[in-house]
């Protein structure tokens, strides 16, 4: 007898739904544990440290210089990726707006720089300045608990500009327009200051954080997060705090904010008030609307993008200035303009083509291929 395999989504019970991988056989589980073997060697082969006999691997790497660059863009993924997931987990699964992020970001930063000069270990520094910037969070959350659309944007909004002044103000904390020095995080014997063994601190958080927010999202509290933002009326007659949920959802996106501006303060070794702008809280909303909202792999799919997509410009912009198309236009410094152009263009037109973001253009792929070459 030929064993059939059920077609479609077949969950009977709260169990199954509630499980992080969809079926006992499913091989989900063992593709991301190939993906986390294969990251493993990656600084080396990037760094050149896993060379041919001949060296030809080590010089053809030095010759493309994609060794310790590489390896910044992708820390850089990493950190920014898990604070992107703190504000979809607060847009895209509650239905909040916050134009704040990138302050709550640089509450985690100094904080974390602050805590590590007041003899605190980077190790134990960065989870405490994710608490601490939580805390901060929850305040500028309250308003949540009566305001909602445009009226909570403002808000959070005049957060931004709040935080912003104390950065500029508060010398104690951050060390004023001079900024903060910072050291890299270090075990006994082990100081974590190359890009290499960096590499492996922002993997074990982006795993850390990523498989906490997946868990948290099959919990009840995560469900209420999700009621609150599908109908948050139907709801509450269900009991839900509504109040409890908004201000909390505000603490977590806050707290994963915090965590990785403790991870970009320790690999820049500076932090500076003018990095945590207006600019920097609509960089974080694009890579959320782009990775997908209500996606936690979304979140870092949108990091990546919007890490990737200024530097493919770049290239391309530095290419076309060099070469004989410059001559014959004269474009000359003007040239520099392509790059946010092409920027401003990529993600409208994505927003137009593509609204659900990468994650869900990732699920029709997964789809189509499954089913190949009955799919339809």
């Not at 795993?207 to 469900?223: C, K, P």
């Not at 792999?297 to 290419?319: I, R």
Request: net charge neutral.
């Amino acid at each position: 007898m030929v064993a059939l395999t059920p077609a479609g989504d077949f969950r009977a019970s709260y169990r199954q739904d509630m499980t992080l991988f969809p079926t006992r056989n499913s091989r989900r589980g063992v593709w991301l544990g190939v993906l986390l073997l294969a990251l493993l060697p990656l600084p080396a082969l990037l760094l050149g440290d896993v060379v041919d006999e001949d060296g030809t691997l080590g010089g053809l790497l030095g010759a493309l210089d994609i060794g310790r660059y590489g390896m910044g863009l992708l820390i850089q993924i990493g950190f920014l990726g898990i604070a992107a997931l703190g504000l979809n987990i607060l847009v895209g699964f509650t239905g909040q707006i916050s134009i704040g992020h990138a302050a709550f970001f640089g509450v985690g930063a100094f904080a974390s720089a602050w805590l590590h000069e007041h003899g605190v270990p980077v190790f134990l520094a960065m989870p405490l300045a994710g608490l601490l910037t939580a805390a901060v969070g929850l305040v500028f959350g309250l308003p949540a608990t009566r305001l909602k659309g445009l009226y909570l944007a403002i808000a959070t909004l005049a957060a931004q500009f709040i935080i912003e002044d104390f950065f500029a103000r508060a010398q104690w904390f951050t060390g004023g327009v001079a900024g903060r020095m910072t050291e890299p995080p270090s075990l006994p014997g082990i100081r974590f200051d190359g890009e290499e063994a960096y590499f492996y601190v922002v993997l074990g958080a982006v795993v850390i954080m990523f498989a906490a927010a997946a868990n948290l999202m099959r919990t009840r509290d995560g469900r209420a997060l999700v009621a609150v933002r599908d109908h948050y009326l139907s709801a509450e007659m269900m009991g839900i705090n509504l109040a409890y949920y908004r201000t909390l959802s505000f603490g977590i996106a806050s707290f994963y904010a915090g965590v990785a501006g403790a991870l970009y303060a320790h690999h820049l070794q500076f932090v500076s008030v003018e990095a945590f702008n207006i600019l920097f809280s609509i960089q974080f909303l694009g890579m959320v609307i782009i990775g997908g909202l209500g996606s936690i792999s979304g979140s870092l799919m949108g990091a990546a993008f919007m890490v990737a997509l200024p530097e493919l410009v770049q290239a391309g912009a530095d290419a076309l200035a060099n070469g004989p198309l410059d001559h014959a236009l004269k474009l000359g410094a003007n040239i520099s303009f392509l790059r946010e152009m092409v920027i401003g263009a990529t993600i409208v037109l994505f927003l137009i083509f593509e609204p659900d973001g990468l994650a869900h253009r990732w699920r029709l792929i997964k789809a189509y291929w499954k089913l190949y070459p009955y799919s339809h």
